[in-house]
């Protein structure tokens, strides 16, 4: 929070806002950038693409919480000005806030680190909210489901940690999996959007990506 409000103070064009409370009373950050101020009113208004990116689902996979709020210092410092002439970013990067704050040393069996230790995976109700956006017995998931009716990203992204399960490569993503989901959508994912990551995280770093899931990724390893 700390680091989000002194962004926002230092930087007009980042605007802080929350989307709702936890089970246990905490806000939950949202950055908003690339529009003139936070209300879904003016985001929708833009017409520009809108993208909502969140972090720390599960509160002890912590990645996708620093990245957001790297990529976020990265805009507020005029990097990438042109993605904001057509983007609006939401940027939620602490989606379980309880689950962050209850840091342990063994709330992630062989998770490389961090040193001082990582949140929990569920929710303060015991809840893991990535379980909830059916039955909404959370704060949170309810949360979110305003913030997506009011805001109506055209991309979601969610990120996660796979460091301390069996997978047979460091990153990993995956396109929506729901059979209901638009095969235009996966398509575009799969032989675009995904194969260009893959590409790009090679070239850069030498790391190869490959898609979620322990059963795909082993038998892709036999194979
Ligand atoms: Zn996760």
Redesign the pocket.
């Known amino acids: 929070m700390a680091f989000l409000e002194a962004l926002a103070k230092a930087a007009p064009a980042v605007h802080l806002t929350t989307f709702g409370k936890t089970s246990e009373g905490r806000s939950l950050p949202l950055a908003v950038i690339g529009v003139p101020d936070a209300t879904p009113q003016a985001v929708r208004r833009t017409g520009k693409l809108r993208v909502y990116i969140q972090g720390n689902?599960?509160g002890g996979?912590v990645e996708g919480k620093e990245s957001a709020q790297m990529l976020l210092r990265d805009l507020a410092q005029g990097k990438h000005a042109e993605w904001l002439q057509s983007m609006v970013l939401l940027v939620a990067p602490i989606y379980n806030a309880d689950g962050n704050e209850r840091i342990a040393l063994n709330n992630r069996g062989p998770q490389h680190g961090p040193m001082g230790g990582q949140g929990q995976?569920p929710n303060a109700q015991g809840l893991d909210l990535?379980r909830d956006h059916m039955k909404l017995d959370s704060p949170e998931a309810r949360a979110v489901v305003r913030l997506m009716n009011d805001y109506d990203p055209h991309v979601s992204i969610d990120l996660?940690?796979?460091n301390g399960t069996r997978h047979a490569y460091f990153l990993t993503y995956a396109p929506p999996l729901n059979p209901s989901i638009d095969p235009a959508i996966v398509g575009l994912l799969r032989n675009d959007w995904l194969p260009s990551v893959t590409r790009t995280i090679r070239s850069k770093y030498g790391w190869d990506y490959y898609y979620y899931g322990p059963t795909l990724t082993l038998r892709s390893k036999i194979a």
């Open positions: 689902i599960h996979e995976r990535n996660h940690t796979t």
